[in-house]
């Protein structure tokens, strides 16, 4: 069974950068596969912030395109997600998931539980 | 880029059938697939492909597909449905982008 977990500071100040990881288990990311971020402001829907293949490629939202940075270290089985400048804006619950990707359809079939982060002073 | 549009809230009875859409352009080239979240969990998928199940997602949720619009069907409701339901596809740029709908609120009655 797949099975992801975040892990990051749960609070973060403005104009700081916002550093979680996310650890995989029950699969080995060299194995191929997108992994992906997506956050989920209090009471709002869901919004991706982008992708990374097994071989480093990545794909970001262009909103956050400019802040992002996702990487990934085999070694670890993990990814990771840099969000640099914070405002009050990117407080949200930001998930890791799999992303499997077809001609016809992009979707994410396994998620971590999530993790919450405040931006604030 | 794209976007995908939802009914902000739907309700159905007990028991009944309940359709939950979600639009756009790139529903065009590509098919969507759905997620259920309840309050405080993480997103779970229902449906994806064409109309593909994974394991584990009861067979009274079925997915279709027609023009820019995407359809997640719920055929006899429970209880336990009542949920967020969004959509996602990928992005008609061909930039390899992901999009999300706002997301559904389900209401069973």
């Known amino acids: 069974q797949v099975q992801l977990q975040e892990s990051g500071p749960g609070l973060v100040k403005p104009s700081e950068t916002l550093s979680l990881t996310c650890a995989v288990s029950?699969?080995?990311?060299?194995?191929?596969?997108?992994w992906g971020w997506i956050r989920q402001p209090p009471g709002k829907g869901l919004e991706w912030i982008g992708s990374?293949?097994?071989?480093?490629?990545?794909y970001y939202n262009p909103s956050l395109k400019s802040r992002v940075t996702i990487s990934v270290d085999t070694s670890k089985n993990q990814f990771s997600l840099k969000l640099s400048s914070v405002t009050a804006a990117d407080t949200a619950v930001y998930y890791c998931?799999?992303?499997?990707?077809?001609?016809?359809?992009?979707?994410?079939?396994?998620w971590g539980q999530g993790t919450l982060v405040t931006v604030s002073s | 880029s794209s976007e995908l549009t939802q009914d902000p809230a739907v309700s159905v009875a007990l028991g009944q059938t309940v359709r939950i859409t979600c639009q756009g352009d790139?529903?065009?080239?590509?098919?969507a697939s759905w997620y259920q979240q309840k309050p405080g969990q993480a997103p779970v998928l229902v449906i994806y492909?064409?109309?593909n199940r994974p394991s584990g997602i009861p067979d009274r949720f079925s997915g279709s597909s027609s023009g820019n619009t995407a359809s997640l069907t719920i055929t006899g409701a429970q209880a336990e449905d009542e949920a967020d339901y969004y959509c996602?596809?990928?992005?008609?740029?061909?930039?390899?982008?992901?999009?999300f709908g706002g997301g559904t609120k389900l209401t069973v009655l």
């Open positions: 790139s529903l065009r080239s590509y098919y």
């Open positions: 998931a799999r992303q499997l990707t077809t001609v016809t359809n992009y979707y994410f079939d396994y």
């Open positions: 492909g064409k109309n």
């Open positions: 996602n596809s990928r992005d008609s740029s061909g930039n390899h982008f992901v999009v």
């Open positions: 990374i293949y097994h071989s480093g490629s990545t």
């Open positions: 029950g699969y080995s990311i060299s194995s191929g596969y997108y």
